[in-house]
């Protein structure tokens, strides 16, 4: 899908900007998710090494909060885009925008967490 939006963004200039600011979400969320996962995956090899948690639990904790994490930032940068392109004219633009856009993060990654820790407690019943 990008290379069909680099070969038509070629084509139109218009239609290079939007292709930037498409991909421009997807790509701070893939880099926080990058950056979160390996700070999760550092804390998770610790707790694995006192023997805390298994291996498996390391795992998937590391890929839970990795995705959580890009998932909520993508969606935060969309919502504030959103506000932004609402506000353009006014002078609100700026702080609507981060506030929309720091509340639709925070957010996303409280039910997000929150949904992982219900879908633990049906799985092990322990948690």
């Known amino acids: 899908m990008a290379h069909e939006l680099g070969r038509l963004a070629a084509r139109r ?17 893939a880099a926080v998710a990058g950056l979160w996962g390996g700070v999760v995956g550092v804390i998770n090899l610790r707790r694995y ?26 969606l935060g940068l ?18 609507v925008s981060f ?3 720091t509340v639709v993060t925070a957010a996303t990654k409280l ?10 407690q049906t799985r092990d019943g322990a948690r």
């Open 111 to 120: 039910l997000w967490d929150r949904a992982a820790r219900a879908r633990g």
């Open 49 to 74: 090494r006192r023997k805390e948690i298994s291996g498996q639990e390391a795992i998937a904790s590391t890929a839970r909060e990795s995705v959580g994490a890009g998932l909520a930032s993508s």
């Open 13 to 29: 200039p218009a239609t290079a900007a939007a292709a930037r600011s498409a991909l421009s979400p997807a790509t701070a969320g």
């Open 99 to 101: 506030a929309v856009g």
């Open 78 to 95: 969309v919502a504030g885009n959103v506000a932004r392109a609402a506000l353009l004219a006014t002078s609100l633009a700026g702080p």
